[in-house]
């Protein structure tokens, strides 16, 4: 716990001091900081324990004073009693504990599995787009990018749904009146999906959310995850201007699909 803390507290220290920087470093900042977080379960078994010194100190104190039959200070007699308070009720605190974690972390773990599957099922019954003017723009981005594979973009009968996801085989997920939209749209939002796609957001994401599932209990979880899903829509952003779009274009069109899109995308991925 106090490790993870640490790595988190570390990352969005970096995070801020960045500020002044590119979204895509502080996201990418943000991101090795939760990777070694999913990573320390891993290094405490590989790793030797870390001890506090301040407390082997104190225990040395109590020690010889109980034993030497000398008047221990106050300062070590309530060392030593909280510490025998702590080992005395550990049988009945440490179950509770685990249980409460193991509560926490499974019904974290169910909202996101949740969350999965309900875009399997949109996806499954959504039409794919085999030509058009949205194959035609993601081709040519794609080249322009220098791609390896383009992804598939599928259009759903959801009113609101646009969303990228997958890693291996990735999708772009389309609302249901996507066709009829201007080409300046198009271009603009494949730009900004198909960023999330090269940079490989969608993993990131999900290895960041499972970190907050298993720590649900650490506030700097929930505001990692938080403020990595920012940078990551920020980095896209960027990647957006760089095609040539004018900021104040690009802004008019963000604001136009908020009005469009009532609802949050994130109503599928928790």
């Not at 988190?8 to 900081?33: F, I, P």
């Not at 049988?91 to 875009?119: E, K, T």
């Not at 069109?253 to 599928?268: C, E, N, P, T, V």
Request: proline share 6%; net charge positive.
């Amino acid at each position: 716990m106090i490790r993870v803390t640490l790595v988190l507290a570390l990352g969005l220290l970096a995070t801020a001091m960045l500020r002044r920087r590119s979204a895509a470093l502080r996201h990418w900042v943000l991101a090795g900081a939760i990777a070694c977080a999913a990573m320390m379960p891993l290094a405490e078994a590989v790793a030797p324990a870390w001890r506090l010194p301040i407390l082997s100190a104190r225990s040395a104190r109590v020690a010889p004073a109980l034993t030497l039959g000398d008047a221990p200070d106050r300062e070590a007699l309530s060392a030593a009693g909280v510490a025998q308070a702590i080992v005395s009720n550990s049988p009945a605190v440490f179950p509770m504990l685990r249980a409460a974690w193991v509560l926490g972390a499974g019904l974290s773990l169910l909202l996101l599995a949740i969350g999965i599957v309900r875009l399997l099922v949109v996806a499954s019954r959504a039409r794919p787009m085999t030509a058009g003017r949205w194959v035609d723009e993601a081709a040519a981005l794609v080249e322009r990018a220098g791609m390896a594979r383009r992804p598939e973009i599928l259009q759903t009968s959801h009113p609101t749904l646009l969303f990228t996801w997958g890693w291996r085989q990735p999708k772009i997920l389309l609302p249901r009146d996507a066709a009829g939209w201007s080409d300046e749209r198009i271009r603009i939002v494949l730009g900004h999906e198909l960023a999330h796609v090269w940079r490989g957001d969608w993993a990131v994401q999900l290895l960041a959310d499972c970190v907050r599932s298993a720590y649900w209990f650490n506030p700097l979880a929930w505001i990692a995850c938080w403020r990595l899903r920012l940078e990551s829509e920020h980095a896209c952003d960027d990647a957006v201007l760089r095609l040539g779009v004018a900021a104040p274009d690009y802004a008019t069109q963000l604001l136009d699909l908020a009005r469009l899109f009532r609802h949050s995308r994130r109503s599928f991925f928790p």
